[in-house]
């Protein structure tokens, strides 16, 4: 450590690493908004990334975020490199306070672990680790990972002056694992307006669904796949962009694709200027998770918050963090099941473009009002500096 810090920020991955899902993502958020606020901040992740791996100046925060990247190797999707142990060992015996983006993972088990033995208070942010039904997935199918969770995660986590949460059913997921009395405080993951803006409408005729995530069970493309491809019309679209995956499941989606050729298109990974590129060429982003078996893991969702930013207005299961969503005029929740979906589609299908527009602005009226990425950080800011002001039943002060 060069300088005098006021936090220290640990995770597994960092924006603008490929391949690692909202986390890597929402770490450089955040920590960049209290960069901007005047914090002085060391981050402190691993350099994996599905292209080159990272550098620090990669990593660009601002002058106020100290950039300390260890060489991970193996395991990689959990940060696994030995360098880790005297990076996040020397962060947490310097800095006051550590927030930690995480559980279950290398980086986010030493950092906990370390902040314990050392007496140092920190935070930690879940981030769907404690999801029920994923956790309830791990119990039947993974009990090592269970092990795991009972020897080293609950316990850090029972230490930790406050847990950050994004949502209800991740709070939910917390109290019941950890503790009814668990120091949970729900706060938003927010959205730097600067760095996104609203589109115009597509000029493509008919209606265009984007989907974008890793192309896993959890994530519930293939079930909503199989009810559009039921309903869709002459001219209306599907755009898909995530990272592949291995297994049946990913099969079962290449052969729902192949379907519809002219209609459904499959892009790959993109980087954050593809992601953009595609939003805007769509009326509407799609986040069906939990529609197929494998458990609901999405604690929050930033893909949603960041179409609607983009003025796109979304169409989303219901339970996640997007339960208020329809009542904001920002979109359509459908239950689990594919006679909702159905029902949500005719829907979509049925508006004009005049209403469409509408919409559009509401979604991005409502990311301005509730989801302004610096007035988040100020919040989740509390956490570290003010625990015994946080309120008992876990809502946002």
């Given at each position: 450590?060069?300088?005098?810090?006021?936090?220290?920020?640990?995770?597994?991955?960092?924006?603008?690493?490929?391949?690692?899902?909202?986390?890597?993502?929402?770490?450089?958020?955040?920590?960049?908004?209290?960069?901007?606020?005047?914090?002085?901040?060391?981050?402190?992740?691993?350099?994996?990334?599905?292209?080159?791996?990272?550098?620090?100046?990669?990593?660009?925060?601002?002058?106020?975020?100290?950039?300390?990247?260890?060489?991970?190797?193996?395991?990689?999707?959990?940060?696994?490199?030995?360098?880790?142990?005297?990076?996040?060992?020397?962060?947490?015996?310097?800095?006051?306070?550590?927030?930690?983006?995480?559980?279950?993972?290398?980086?986010?088990?030493?950092?906990?672990?370390?902040?314990?033995?050392?007496?140092?208070?920190?935070?930690?942010?879940?981030?769907?680790?404690?999801?029920?039904?994923h956790v309830i997935l791990i119990r039947q199918s993974k009990p090592h990972k269970w092990w795991y969770y009972r020897l080293l995660t609950l316990p850090a986590l029972r230490r930790a002056q406050a847990i950050h949460c994004t949502s209800d059913v991740e709070a939910e997921g917390v109290r019941r694992y950890v503790g009814a009395d668990a120091p949970v405080v729900i706060i938003p993951n927010g959205v730097d307006l600067d760095q996104i803006h609203a589109s115009p409408a597509p000029q493509t005729p008919g209606l265009t669904l984007c989907f974008l995530g890793h192309i896993l069970p959890e994530k519930g493309i293939n079930a909503f796949l199989r009810v559009w491809l039921t309903q869709r019309r002459p001219g209306d679209r599907m755009l898909i962009a995530g990272r592949a995956s291995d297994g049946a499941y990913f099969d079962e989606f290449k052969t729902l694709v192949a379907e519809a050729p002219e209609a459904v298109s499959y892009h790959g990974y993109l980087d954050r200027a593809g992601v953009k590129n595609l939003l805007a060429q769509s009326h509407f982003l799609v986040l069906p998770s939990g529609l197929d078996a494998g458990g609901m893991r999405e604690n929050f969702g930033n893909v949603v918050a960041e179409a609607l930013a983009a003025g796109r207005p979304v169409l989303v299961s219901r339970g996640l963090a997007w339960d208020g969503i329809e009542a904001a005029g920002a979109g359509f929740v459908f239950d689990l099941n594919a006679a909702a979906v159905g029902a949500a589609l005719r829907r979509v299908q049925a508006l004009e473009l005049d209403a469409w527009r509408g919409m559009s602005r509401r979604a991005r009226r409502h990311v301005e009002a509730h989801l302004n990425v610096h007035t988040l950080a100020a919040e989740a800011w509390r956490l570290l500096v003010a625990p015994q002001a946080l309120p008992a039943n876990g809502a946002r002060s």
């Open positions: 450590m060069t300088r005098q810090v006021d936090v220290a920020v640990v995770s597994t991955h960092v924006a603008p690493a490929l391949g690692y899902g909202g986390v890597s993502v929402t770490t450089a958020v955040l920590t960049g908004a209290w960069a901007k606020l005047g914090h002085r901040i060391l981050l402190c992740s691993s350099d994996a990334s599905l292209g080159a791996r990272l550098r620090p100046k990669d990593v660009n925060l601002g002058s106020a975020v100290e950039v300390s990247l260890y060489r991970s190797y193996g395991f990689r999707r959990w940060g696994f490199g030995l360098g880790a142990i005297p990076k996040i060992l020397r962060v947490c015996v310097n800095a006051p306070q550590v927030y930690i983006h995480g559980i279950a993972t290398w980086p986010s088990t030493l950092a906990a672990l370390f902040c314990w033995g050392l007496g140092r208070p920190f935070v930690v942010a879940p981030r769907g680790g404690l999801m029920p039904e």
